[in-house]
């Protein structure tokens, strides 16, 4: 019988609720058919009921035990319309109900009162308005059949009094009724509303929880997991199917144990590694009703978000203090130009300004790059050719290194890329200076800077590989080579390198070192897959 409320629901969208009510008032129904048919069974000289027209009241309650087994088919289907169900089967009970009072003897059979049952069921299985309408129509049969025994000469005048009555009552009923329901609906309404708040709140909680950087491990007492994040799921390297509903011994053990630790009394929270391989990890433990909430932090990501806040601040900070550096270093060059042509001044006094002027324009390049680091903005990317822009590059810088042609060399096909093109001038710049100021040169017809152009074998994205002659660098020196302000030369500015990685990342792309057993140093710079276009856009001088 309950599977029949789902079918209904799904049918005509009532409510489950109502079809249950109007399923236990016809098994009301038939329990008071069956009291009353086994009244008359038993019935004596002196029982009451069905007194006066005994045929009429056994078919009565006949009909109405046979009306209940209907009704709970009828009810099971979920066919017809609830409303057509609901109303035709109240109709036809206050009919029975007055025709079983009839037949023994009127209003005064008490039998009458159940008519009032039959109105508070009315309002409770409709609303408040339909307990109106039933009251109504209760009291118009009540007093139809009053009517029908006073021109029958079987009733007086005074049973127009207990009719008024009747009506009293069944009125009042119904208007307490429809007070209760507008309430108990208007209760409904306001517990639905509150449902959807809480459902949408409990998922706007689990995105956003699933989404943090935080590792979140719910526990029960006995540790077990319950759920976990995407972070924590990466942190101990599981999937949700496997590591749902497990001991979390099972899962990861130097977990347990630390967690242990920390409820055995331990004053410091640890930091361990997960994995055997993996990264160190700070544990937090927070205690809730239903079990212990576990907070998993990444040490490196968080001392990498440190770094970052660190070198945005030093990065405004220096470019406010490099600002406020090129006024005086104006004066000192423009001074030391001043000096330069005097005509008195001594060979080491020329030394001395050769000297203010080469600090002087180190000093400048170091500026201009902080600068230009502090006012990098979202970059303008075009299509390039990258063959044909290299070759351009190469004689440009040829001709101010005051170089031979050969010293450059450009090997690969021509391939396309989307890049900023003043910042491939920059970081191609900075790459060749370097080898130029680090590079060995063993033979004279040798190249000294080597442009490879290729492409990935997993991605097939173009790259660049900036190579020259040298040594291998060393492990500590790799460590540090694109932290900024870090050199090994003595007149490097320790920016170089830290500004060419920031622009590749600005323009999607990645620059790093290629630990290689060649006689070479490698630098490569990995671009990002792109679409192929007619149109290119090569780079200016």
């Not at 009394?265 to 640890?270: K, Q, T, V």
Request: aromatic letters at 6%; hydrophobic letters at 45%.
């Amino acid at each position: 019988m309950k599977k029949a409320s789902t079918v209904s629901v799904q049918s005509n969208g009532i409510s489950p609720q109502l079809w249950r009510s109007l399923y236990y008032f016809n098994l009301y129904r038939m329990v008071l058919a069956g009291v009353l048919l086994t009244v008359v069974s038993l019935r004596t000289e002196n029982t009451i009921l069905g007194g006066e027209w005994p045929q009429l009241f056994l078919a009565s309650a006949v009909s109405m035990a046979l009306m209940s087994v209907m009704n709970l088919l009828t009810i099971s289907l979920g066919k017809p319309d609830f409303t057509i169900q609901a109303r035709l089967q109240f109709m036809m009970d206050l009919l029975l109900l007055v025709l079983l009072m009839h037949s023994s003897g009127g209003i005064s059979s008490g039998i009458g009162l159940l008519l009032v049952v039959s109105v508070a069921g009315s309002g409770v299985v409709h609303n408040g308005r339909q307990a109106l309408f039933f009251a109504a129509v209760a009291s118009l049969l009540v007093l139809l059949e009053q009517t029908l025994r006073s021109l029958q000469g079987l009733s007086g005048p005074q049973g127009f009094t207990a009719v008024g009555l009747m009506g009293v009552a069944l009125f009042a009923t119904a208007l307490a009724i429809y007070g209760l329901a507008e309430r108990s609906r208007s209760s409904a309404k306001l517990a639905q509303q509150r449902a959807l708040d809480l459902a949408e709140l409990r998922d706007i909680n689990e995105l956003v929880i699933e989404h943090l950087d935080t590792g979140v491990l719910i526990l029960d007492h006995r540790h077990n997991i319950h759920n976990l994040n995407r972070q924590a799921r990466e942190l101990l390297q599981v999937q949700t199917p496997v590591a749902r509903l497990l001991p979390l011994r099972q899962v990861n053990l130097p977990l347990a144990d630390a967690l242990d630790a920390i409820k055995s009394g331990a004053s410091l929270e640890p930091i361990l590694r997960l994995q055997p391989q993996g990264r160190p990890v700070a544990i937090r433990r927070l205690n809730t009703s239903f079990g212990p909430l576990v907070f998993l932090d990444d040490v490196d990501m968080a001392h990498t978000r440190a770094q970052q806040m660190k070198l945005a601040g030093l990065g405004r900070l220096s470019a406010a203090i490099a600002h406020e550096i090129r006024n005086p270093l104006s004066a000192i060059t423009h001074a030391a130009e001043l000096l330069a042509e005097n005509e008195a001044a001594s060979q080491q006094d020329q030394r001395l300004v050769s000297i203010i002027r080469e600090q002087s324009d180190r000093i400048d390049h170091i500026i201009e790059s902080v600068l230009f680091l502090g006012r990098q903005q979202h970059p303008q990317q075009t299509e390039i050719a990258l063959a044909t822009w290299l070759r351009r590059f190469a004689a440009t810088f040829c001709d101010n290194k005051r170089l031979p042609r050969p010293a450059l060399q450009i090997i690969g096909q021509n391939r396309c890329i989307q890049f900023n093109s003043e910042h491939l001038r920059q970081i191609i710049l900075n790459l060749c200076n370097n080898a130029l100021m680090h590079g060995i040169q063993r033979q004279a017809d040798e190249a000294i800077i080597i442009l490879e152009i290729s492409k990935d074998q997993a991605s097939s994205a173009p790259r660049l590989t900036v190579s020259n002659p040298g040594n291998r660098l060393p492990p500590n020196t790799v460590e540090h080579l694109f932290e900024p302000f870090f050199t090994t030369h003595r007149k490097g500015t320790g920016l170089g390198l830290y500004l060419c990685r920031e622009l590749c990342e600005a323009n999607a792309a990645s620059l790093r070192y290629l630990d290689s057993a060649d006689d070479l140093v490698h630098f490569r710079i990995q671009f990002p897959l792109t679409q192929p276009s007619t149109s290119t856009l090569e780079s200016p001088t």
